[in-house]
Each structure stands twice: as C-alpha cells, then as structure tokens.
C-alpha cells in the first residue's frame, strides 16, 4: 500500500505503546499503522541471521547482476556521475560479513545496491521495506531576498493535516508542537550545514539517480501529479524507507524569531504491508515468499488458459514503470485554479495560462494501463489546446516517475508529426551465456512476444523492420569495452510500438515554441522523452531547484527498460531454462530483485548509454516560497 492510499483509512490509527510480551516486541505493534522507530525496530530485528536465506538471495542476486547492462560501467564511473563501486566485490563482501540479524543483512544488501544510484537497479526486502519513517517537518530549497537556503515547507500544517490523524496524534500525546516550526530557516541539521546535510542523504539515503543533483532534489518535498490528481510528496529528509534511525536534530530560525534553537523531531514510521498479530505471523505474513514472489512459466499458462478459454498472462507492456512514494494530497490552495482544458485525461492534466497563447501540459506519468487510452487522451488534450487558441507549450514533467516506453515514444512522435520518423533511441540487452540461450529456446519453441520480451517480433532493425520471429540478435554477441572491462551485448535494435491513434501530418506546435520544465526527478521513460526532445529538437529545459553553484541534470535514471524479479524469472521458466547451472533459483522470501535489463544509446554519442551522457538543463532557476509547490504559479514564472 502506498502512502497515498493511506487516506482512504476509514479507521484511526494510533501509535503502539509498551509491549505486552518482552519476548515477543512484534506483538506491541501488532494492529497500528504507526509505530515509533525503536518499536519498529525491535520487531525488525528480532529475526536471527539465516545462513540458509542469505545463501539464497545472493546467488540470486548476483545472477540477476548478470543481466544488469550497466555493471561494466561502475568500477571507472566518472564525473559526473561518480558511483564507481566494484559491484562484485560488494556482494562477495556481503557473502562473508557476520551479521547481527535478518534485517542488518538485508539493510546492507539494500544499501549498497541502492548506492549504485542506477534507480532502476534495487534489491527490496518487503519484510522491511514495507515501513517508511516519516517526519513532520519537510523541508525545501528556496530563495528569499535572493539568498537560496534551506527551509521547513511553509505550507506544511496544511500538509501533514492531510495524513490520517494517527499521524498528528503521536506528536500530540508527546506534546511536540510542530506547526510552529512551518518555514523555519534551516540553519542545521545533524550538526550540519544543511546543504551538506543534504548532500549526505542524497549520497546515503536517495538512489534513484546517477546525477547528485538530481538526488538533492528528491530530499525536498514539492508537488507531483498522481494520475490526475495533484499531490505532494515529503522527500528523502522527511520520507524514509528502510531507516534506522530515530530523530533529526535541527538548528533552526522559526518565522518571527531572530536567534536560532535546537529542536530534535522523532521520526515516525508507517506501515504499508499485511497485517499480523505477533512475531510468527509478521514473518509468514510479510517476510515468507508467496505467489507473488517468483516467475511462471508462461508458456504451460497459456496452454492451460486457452484449454479453459481464459485470457492468457502476457508480460507487462514494454517499460519501466515506477511507482510513486512519500506522496499525499496537495493542499487545495495550491492546486491549479485554472479551468482543466480536457477533463476527461488521466495520468496528464491540461490548462491555457492567462495570457491565452500558452497551454500547459503536466504528464504526471506513463503509468497509463492502455498504450490506446494514453494515446487518445493526449490526442485530445493536444485538439483542445490548440481549440483553446494555445501556440505554445510547455510541458511539466516534475517528479514524473516514468512508465511505459511506447507511451513516451507516442507523446514525441505526436509531437514531432509523423514525418520525422523513429521517436526512440538505439538500444540492446546484456549477451551473457544464459541471456542467449533465452533467444535460442524462445526462436526455437516459437514462443511470441506475447509471453517473452525476448521473443524476436518485440524488436525492429535500425530501419524499423519489425525481427523475423526467427531473429538471432543476440547470437553472435557484440563485443563491448567500457573502460577495459570487456562485455558483450545483443546488436542495437530499434522499439516496435503499435500505434492506435493516427500522429498528425505536421508537428500540432512550432517545436521552438515548446519547453519542458522539471525538478530533473524526471525518471526513466520521462528521462528518455526529455532527452529525446533535447537532443533532436534542442528544446530548452529549465530546471528548478538543486543545491546553488552545484551542476543539475534535467533527467533522472535513463536506462531503457527494467525488468522485475518476476519478469527475469518468467523469461527463464517460459524458455524451460529454470535447470541451467546460470539460472538464478526462486527466492525464498518475499523480495524483487529489479535491474536495468536494456540499454538507451545517445544520438550525440552512439557509443555512451543516455544514462551516462551528461545533458545539463538550457535554464537552472531557484525555487521561491511561491512556486516550489504551487504549479500554475511556476507555470506562469516560466
């Protein structure tokens, strides 16, 4: 359950308090939704190291890491994306360090692929995984009197108001007045100044980026779109998973006051997973591997499907999806008071800025479940603009967690007009041993791309000629060097996407007069439509916020296409290769381990994956007590 959902709890969370058994701390927070962190961790910690489980989910891991296209690229990374950890090294570590509990195990498997900062790449224990620590006291970066600092969200009684009353209660019984503290200046944290304090958690805590300035921004909070409602989310300082600690001490100047005070402000955790009534439960109700965890062997599913005239499992559509976090409600006054120009779109909103020429686009995602409805929904939204009298555009693309390719690939075809031919970029998989197999099984049972996304008809040659179902792209390997680490990979293919609404003969605006604004949060298939309009129409990019005098991307975790635990394992079992010696076992607890599965090449450099080819933004600007969550007001700034 995501914290967004957390709103429709009907019924009053409160905090749990002292334990009835000291035997068993899993049964004092058993029944709440919010626990103190001490709480939380007693009962996290409670289960002893498995030698048998570790054993399990590292070999798993690790082969997983054999998919992983990106893994040549860690030992040498450089500036600017310096994460260069030697990821083998790091596991074998892992596999010989003595650890006190489960959890400690767990907290540095998660840690240290979490650093990797790829995003896409992430191993998730939902045994833990499934709390998140929250503080009331979210902050951002914005500029007063032209001095950028770091500040308590102004907004956040408003905020925090709209989190279930559990929530306001604990601090309530504590006595801990928050409230007072909205739009403190920050002058530290943790004894810090608190851009470095922020810089420490967007290098321990955040992930999801390679570019650090991308991170910092993901420690502030700000306003988001999910699927066509407004939302605002707590950032990284504020909104914690898998955290192991207990308070933030602050420096701070409340609004009014001339002398700055220490104030310490307890977390409190949350928890988003299956209920349970004591430790036995909390470990076969959350931790347990179930029937969800691990791949199926589509093939036999389908069979069995059309025996029984059902509707056969297909792989999820080509993408990377992201699921947004840390995200409640908008507070109404900051939402958009203009008229919606189509309110019949989801997972984008549209407006016609005052001035009348102007017509916002705000793609909150690509998580729309029909590449056909996202397709009609922005042909729409396009006709009603233009109807509208817009000329130009400008699209919002801040803390969009991506999606589904064929859905970015349509808005900047549609965008383009259907004379400017591909809208995607050159790509490949990883050509290690058991990666070939998988194609030669998959050509050889004829299994379709209906249950593989290695099926050859997935894919186009670099004209756009769909494979021949019997295609060996991956056989013989391409051989690559990155740095003097040598790799192979399959030969560069194009995406095949279906489309369903026809593009427009001439591009529906004058490409100059369309912008893109972002917080560089912009993950994943955001990344590749930004990068895309960048690098073959040079649209100007601004991007707002980040640390001042410290370099920014406009595009966040540029990979290609992720695959989830149970998808990898899926391919492997359809292909009947779940015996090979290489093919990682099912997982005994409940876990994902999902990686990076295909690569983005750059059209300024062929040779270097998006995700590596730095593109800073036309335009940087600060944030301001009026825009860093309010929309139409940046929108009109802009």
Not at 343 to 356: G, I, K
């Amino acid at each position: 359950m995501l914290l967004s959902e957390l709103i429709v709890w009907s019924l009053l969370s409160v905090v749990a308090t002292a334990a009835p058994a000291p035997s068993d701390p899993c049964a004092a927070i058993a029944g709440s939704r919010f626990s103190t962190p001490r709480d939380t961790l007693a009962c996290l910690r409670s289960f002893p190291f498995n030698q048998t489980l570790r054993r399990n989910v590292m070999i798993t891991v690790s082969r997983v890491f054999d998919f992983y296209t990106f893994e040549d690229y860690y030992p040498r990374s450089s500036t600017p994306f310096p994460s260069a950890i030697n990821i083998r090294a790091e596991l074998d570590r892992i596999n010989s360090t003595p650890y006190a509990s489960d959890y400690d195990f767990n907290l540095d498997l998660y840690n240290t692929i979490n650093q990797l900062n790829d995003g896409h790449t992430l191993w998730l224990p939902y045994c833990y995984v499934n709390w998140e620590a929250l503080l009331p006291t979210p902050v951002v970066s914005i500029s007063v009197d032209g001095v950028e600092g770091v500040y308590i969200a102004l907004d956040a009684p408003d905020f925090i108001s709209l989190v279930p009353p559990g929530f306001t209660s604990y601090y309530e019984s504590i006595n801990f007045d928050w409230k007072r503290l909205a739009g403190a200046r920050v002058v530290q944290v943790e004894g810090k100044d608190p851009f470095d304090y922020v810089d420490l958690v967007a290098d321990t805590v955040t992930g999801n980026y390679l570019d650090h300035g991308v991170r910092v921004n993901s420690v502030f909070t700000g306003y988001r779109l999910s699927g066509s409602s407004f939302s605002q989310k707590f950032g990284d300082l504020a909104g914690r998973v898998f955290n192991p600690i207990e308070s933030l001490t602050f420096s701070l100047v409340p609004v009014g006051a001339t002398q700055a005070e220490t104030v310490t402000v307890p977390f409190l955790d949350v928890f988003m997973g299956n209920s349970f009534s004591d430790r036995d439960s909390y470990w076969e109700n959350n931790c347990v591997a179930n029937a969800n965890t691990n791949g199926v062997d589509r093939s036999s599913r389908l069979l069995h499907q059309q025996l029984h005239h059902q509707v056969p499992q297909k792989p999820p559509p080509k993408g990377i999806t992201r699921s947004p976090s840390d995200a409640i409600g908008l507070p109404l006054q900051f939402q958009p008071s203009l008229p919606v120009v189509n309110t019949n779109a989801s997972y984008m909103v549209s407006y016609v800025l005052p001035d009348l020429i102007t017509g916002v686009l705000f793609v909150g995602s690509f998580q729309e479940p029909s590449n056909e409805q996202f397709q009609l929904d922005l042909a729409t939204t396009i006709a009603s603009l233009r109807d509208a009298g817009a000329t130009r555009l400008l699209i919002d693309l801040t803390n969009n967690p991506g999606g589904f390719i064929c859905q970015g690939i349509y808005l900047h075809q549609y965008l383009s007009g259907v004379g400017f031919g591909y809208s995607g970029f050159q790509s490949a998989v990883r050509g290690n041993e058991l990666a070939q197999k998988v194609v030669r099984q998959v050509i050889a049972e004829r299994i379709g791309e209906d249950n593989s996304f290695y099926a050859p008809e997935q894919w186009a040659f670099l004209n756009d000629t769909v494979f021949p179902n019997d295609f060996n792209y991956i056989s013989p390997p391409v051989p690559v060097n990155v740095g003097g680490n040598k790799g192979t990979t399959s030969q560069r293919f194009h995406d095949s996407c279906p489309t369903s609404v026809s593009i427009p003969t001439q591009a529906p605006f004058d490409l100059s007069q369309v912008a893109i604004v972002t917080n560089g949060n912009c993950a994943s298939t955001c990344a590749m439509f930004s990068t895309l309009m960048r690098e073959r129409h040079n649209t100007t990019i601004a991007v707002f916020g980040g640390r001042p005098g410290q370099s920014i991307e406009f595009k966040g975790m540029a990979g290609n296409q992720v695959l989830e635990w149970t998808d990898l394992d899926s391919e492997i079992k359809t292909a009947g290769l779940k015996n090979d010696p290489l093919a990682p076992p099912d997982l005994l607890v409940s876990a994902d381990m999902r990686h990076n599965w295909r690569t983005a090449y750059s059209y300024f450099d062929e040779a270097t994956p998006i995700a590596y080819y730095s593109e800073p933004p036309t335009l940087r600007f600060p944030y301001t007590a009026d825009t860093y969550n309010d929309p139409q007001n940046l929108w009109i700034f802009a």
